[in-house]
């Protein structure tokens, strides 16, 4: 399946600041093809952002809207976008922007049978290649050098077997140090990471692994499990959702407390 990509500008009124980005038509459907990162509501009006464990359950227990970044590290926004609990999905004054809107589960099964056969894969994001710098310390010893042992430096293996060295005990010799300090230094590595997963992509999707936030508070599985909200309940205190992981090339379709924080996928009205 070849993806048609869209390039769309949009204004959300009262944020002050034009949002880029793009969509993708996947069958009869057009969604964005990345997470939702807003922090108001389409009428202007700021969702709240919890900041600590604390903050993210008294949402859940007052059953309002809430959205955090990922380790609450705004470095993880601009990566995987921000995390939302159902209560802002819910929301009356309207989560995604105008024009669009967050899918039903209906709406993402038409999705997934749209793609077929191993449809996780072809909406996990290919590859994305992140270089992190880091410093090792090195140095600060006294410099040493190997010296011979006198005694068996010139023994073959089997004499040592059957007559062990009663100088070195077989070692053939020992590190001394030489008096000379070698100061500390600091050496400069850069690692390679993945921040995506290792799907093909084929659908466009670009689906990433941003993780999620529990009821309580606690962060898990970024870099392993990318979950997005649907807008359909299903009990007093659950919504579904849609997940794909990094261990299965299939959707799974998820019953998720209302107060858990998932990424959000906007579809076109």
């Not at 939702?36 to 359950?57: C, H, Q, S, Y």
């Not at 609990?85 to 999705?111: C, F, K, M, Q």
């Not at 053939?172 to 993945?194: A, F, L, Q, W």
Request: charged share 25%.
């Amino acid at each position: 399946m070849k993806a048609a990509i869209t390039l769309f500008l949009f204004v959300l009124t009262g944020t002050g600041s034009a949002i880029f980005s793009q969509t993708v038509t996947i069958g009869t459907q057009v969604w964005m093809n990345k997470n939702l990162d807003v922090a108001t509501f389409r009428n202007g009006e700021p969702i709240p952002e919890a900041k600590t464990d604390e903050e993210w359950k008294r949402a859940n227990d007052l059953k309002q809207p809430a959205w955090c970044y990922y380790d609450n590290d705004p470095k993880n926004g601009t990566k995987y976008g921000k995390l939302y609990n159902w209560y802002a999905v819910n929301d009356a004054r309207g989560l995604a922007p105008s024009g669009y809107h967050v899918p039903t589960e209906a709406e993402w099964a038409i999705l997934t049978d749209s793609l077929g056969r191993n449809a996780g894969e072809k909406m996990k994001s290919m590859p994305i290649y992140e270089t992190k710098i880091r410093y090792v310390e090195e140095g600060g010893y006294y410099e040493t050098k190997w010296v011979t042992c006198n005694n068996c430096s010139y023994w073959t293996e089997k004499q040592r077997v059957n007559n062990p060295c009663t100088v070195c005990r077989n070692q053939r010799g020992k590190s001394i140090k030489t008096g000379k300090y070698i100061p500390k230094t600091k050496r400069k590595v850069e690692d390679k990471i993945n921040i995506g997963f290792d799907g093909t992509n084929e659908s466009g999707f670009s689906g990433l692994p941003g993780g999620f936030r529990i009821v309580l508070g606690k962060f898990s599985e970024i870099g392993d499990k990318g979950g997005w909200w649907s807008s359909t309940e299903t009990t007093s205190d659950g919504a579904q959702g849609c997940e794909v992981n990094s261990y299965w090339v299939n959707v799974n379709w998820e019953y998720n407390h209302k107060g858990n924080g998932f990424s959000v996928r906007c579809l076109r009205d």
